[in-house]
């Protein structure tokens, strides 16, 4: 069904759609835009954001709203799973609501409900969980239980050409996983960190440093901070961090090192400039620099293997893409670092719109969407889905890769020369 029918049958039909929003009119009335069905609502509360959003078939985005909790953690000083979980129950209703507003339609003519159900806090995963199952067993829809990194790998195909199969990388506060995305339904892991994730190792030191004291830094997250810091560093009096796992031929990550290096360095910079409790030592952006190119250059080199192992077993064919997704790929050196590497390899990297890789309703959505069309897990009986706090990503390759232990000539990356 197109919008030109869907706007003509609210006047003549009232059991479509009543209220098209002022943005949706216009745009009728300049593109005559198409959408088609399925209309999937995702629910998304893995962890301090509360997303929903409609997606038709095409990847239009009907509507959208997302209430982010980054401030009220940040006076915390990181996310507590109870105030998390209250502050997603204050805003479950209203920001599902409005997702619904915004796109013109009513909760009956929505074809299907995804949620998140894993990984992610437990706590919070379990309140978007119950409000899509009590939206679903009241209007009568299927529920389409998402897996959430799962959906952050392929939030990149609704708005770019990507066949299957291709290799991913996704970073974010709580994950660093490379995996080859087979089918919508089917992942192989080929490596995971075995301690912290990236973006919790850029919070927990962007927080040592009280960064956040500083006015300009003080609303957000320790990622962003320690970027913007580093592109003001002294180049000439930077910081060197070690390789994690250098002799480790295989594709897991380890972010636990730096984070204690970084934490040492913190702590002898402070001493020698005698710095006061609550102020920050003078060139602390040169420690950002030096964290940041620590942190790329690891992820560059395991990402480095994994292409060689995908290359070595002739798993993509043709398909040379690989896919940057999660909160961390915001970063923009990060994502050209990786982009420089994969160039060397003849590989097309890309990375979803930065609203898109931070958690939201679309890539639930969108995943939803993809389901949907294959039937892949569209439950009319769902009590039985519960929230799953820890939970792998599909079929596990990690022995597969240490097995092959393959010694990589690094490349050289433009952006890390003074590294390499």
């Given at each position: 069904m197109n919008i030109?029918?869907?706007?003509?049958?609210?006047?003549?039909?009232?059991?479509?759609?009543?209220s098209w929003n002022k943005s949706l009119r216009r745009q009728f009335c300049i593109s005559s835009k198409t959408f088609e069905r399925p209309f999937i609502l995702g629910i998304e509360t893995s962890c301090d954001d509360t997303g929903a959003a409609v997606v038709d078939a095409k990847g239009n985005i009907l509507g959208d709203?997302?209430?982010?909790?980054?401030r009220q953690h940040l006076a915390f000083g990181g996310i507590i799973p109870p105030v998390a979980a209250e502050l997603h129950r204050q805003n479950i209703e209203k920001v599902v609501n409005t997702a619904l507003s915004d796109s013109g339609l009513k909760i009956e003519e929505i074809d299907s409900i995804a949620v998140t159900n894993r990984p992610g806090l437990a706590l919070s995963l379990s309140v978007g969980l119950r409000y899509a199952k009590h939206l679903a067993r009241k209007h009568g829809k299927s529920l389409i239980p998402i897996h959430h990194m799962e959906a952050h790998a392929?939030?990149?195909?609704?708005?770019?050409?990507?066949?299957?199969?291709?290799?991913?990388?996704?970073v974010?506060?709580?994950?660093?996983l490379l995996s080859i995305c087979k089918e919508i339904d089917k992942f192989l892991l080929l490596g995971e960190s075995i301690d912290d994730a990236p973006g919790e190792a850029f919070d927990k030191i962007a927080r040592r440093m009280k960064l956040r004291n500083l006015v300009e830094f003080r609303n957000m997250s320790g990622g962003q901070a320690i970027e913007i810091a580093a592109s003001r560093a002294d180049k000439s009096r930077e910081f060197d961090f070690p390789l994690p796992l250098a002799?480790?031929?295989?594709?897991q990550f380890s972010f636990s090192g730096l984070k204690n290096t970084a934490n040492r360095f913190t702590y002898f910079q402070e001493r020698e400039h005698g710095t006061a409790k609550d102020d920050v030592f003078p060139g602390y952006e040169n420690l950002c620099l030096g964290l940041l190119k620590g942190i790329?250059?690891?992820?560059?080199?395991?990402?480095?293997?994994?292409?060689?192992?995908?290359?070595?077993q002739?798993?993509?064919?043709?398909n040379r893409i690989l896919v940057v997704s999660g909160g961390v790929a915001c970063n923009d050196f990060l994502f050209t670092a990786v982009s420089q590497l994969g160039e060397q390899y003849g590989y097309k990297v890309l990375r979803p719109r930065r609203k898109l890789c931070t958690d939201n309703g679309v890539m639930i959505a969108w995943n939803g969407i993809e389901r949907y069309k294959i039937k892949s897990d569209v439950l009319e009986n769902f009590e039985h889905v519960m929230p799953l706090g820890k939970c792998k990503l599909g079929e596990s390759w990690l022995d597969k890769v240490s097995k092959r232990q393959l010694a990589c000539k690094w490349a050289k990356i433009p952006i890390l020369r003074d590294e390499d």
């Open positions: 030109k029918t869907i706007f003509c049958n609210k006047f003549l039909n009232k059991s479509l759609v009543t709203c997302v209430a982010s909790q980054l392929l939030t990149v195909r609704m708005e770019n050409d990507v066949p299957l199969p291709f290799l991913s990388l996704l974010s506060g709580g994950h660093c002799r480790s031929k295989d594709c790329t250059r690891h992820i560059c080199h395991r990402t480095q293997r994994a292409i060689e192992f995908c290359e070595d002739k798993i993509l064919g043709e």
